[in-house]
């Protein structure tokens, strides 16, 4: 069985450096979140936000609409209509992911804790105040700017796995292992990671 690690991470809990970093112990490849939002030259990509991949064309924005449509605001959660945009988004996902996870590997955002059923999965997180400060200097910019796009990625992110795959991303029976990684340092976080994926695989033997 190929040996698998799943990254989900919250603005600013540092997935874009944490996960790769466990992927370079390890010795696996990395599957990234995929193509970073286009920015002018002369500004730092922020890898914390949310990606192209993660958006497509007016996503979130249909996504949130959707749930306005029920007094709990989840309507129709999970279900994706055959043909539709959403269908096309999940069944992407899943042909990405499913490729990638043939062989050992690492792979940050795409729903993995939901799709890669047989890995490892880590959820990294943080208080929110921490978490934006952490943002500043990963992506060099100013807390102002780190606010902005903790909230348009997180509620992308959320919106994502609950829309596509009715399950929410806050739900810890997810993960095997949850770090506030705003608590530690990130390389402190990636050794944590890759000692207990470790620990993981021997026991599963």
Not at 134 to 148: F, L, S, V, Y
């Amino acid at each position: 069985m190929a040996r698998l690690v799943t990254f989900s991470a919250a603005y600013g809990a540092g997935g874009s450096i944490v996960a790769p970093a466990v992927a370079s112990a390890l010795g696996f490849p990395f599957l990234d979140r995929a193509v970073p939002v286009a920015r002018s030259a002369d500004v730092r990509p922020d890898a914390e936000s949310a990606s192209e991949e993660e958006r497509t064309e007016g996503f979130l924005t249909r996504l949130l609409s959707s749930f306005a449509a029920g007094p709990d605001g989840t309507a129709g959660v999970g279900a994706v209509v055959p043909g539709s945009r959403d269908e096309e988004v999940r069944l992407q996902a899943q042909a990405r992911v499913g490729a990638f996870a043939s062989a050992d590997g690492v792979i940050l955002g795409w729903g993995s804790s939901v799709l890669a059923k047989h890995a490892f999965h880590v959820r990294l997180d943080g208080p929110e105040e921490a978490r934006i400060r952490q943002a500043t200097w990963i992506g060099e910019i100013d807390e102002d700017t780190a606010r902005r796009r903790r909230a348009d990625t997180d509620s992308v992110r959320e919106t994502y796995l609950r829309r596509l795959y009715g399950r929410d991303w806050r739900d810890l029976s997810l993960y095997h292992l949850v770090l506030d990684s705003t608590a530690l340092p990130l390389e402190v976080c990636a050794d944590v990671v890759v000692a207990a994926a470790r620990g993981f695989w021997r026991q599963i033997r």
